[in-house]
Nanobody, 126 residues
Framework: QVHLVESGGGLVQAGGSLRLSCAAS????????MGWFRQAPGKEREFVAR????????VYADSVRGRFTISRDNAKNTVYLQMNSLKPEDTAVYYC???????????????????WGQGTQVTVSS
């Protein structure tokens, strides 16, 4: 059975950087691609970024575009989220997710992904 395992979260000051990793164990996570979501206390889980396995096409939420970069290592079956210029409002639990289909909706929701990791906490202090 495939599992997604996130790592790299932690506490950082505003303006700092973190890199999250998401590794698939037990096999290939998906054929479509991977995404990152986040959920702050009392808020819904929101889309952050996604990348396709094949062409490596990336899409970002407006709130993170220009600050975050999603990348993948196909050989390692791993996806990364480089987060720069972090803000206190980036504080959340970050989840990686896998999507089997290679057809991507324009507006991505959590329901469009098939497999989820356990999440990793990111806290940005002001």
């Amino acid at each position: 059975q495939v599992h997604l395992v996130e790592s790299g979260g932690g506490l950082v000051q505003a303006g700092g950087s973190l890199r999250l990793s998401c590794a698939a164990s037990g096999g290939t996570a998906s054929s479509g691609g991977m995404g990152w979501f986040r959920q702050a206390p009392g808020k819904e889980r929101e889309f952050v970024a996604r990348i396709s396995w094949g062409a490596g096409i990336t899409v970002y939420a407006d709130s993170v575009r220009g600050r975050f970069t999603i990348s993948r290592d196909n050989a390692k079956n791993t996806v990364y989220l480089q987060m720069n210029s972090l803000k206190p409002e980036d504080t959340a639990v970050y989840y990686c997710a896998a999507r089997r289909s290679s057809i991507w909706p324009n507006l991505l929701r959590a329901s469009h992904f098939d497999l989820w990791g356990q999440g990793t906490q990111v806290t940005v202090s002001s």
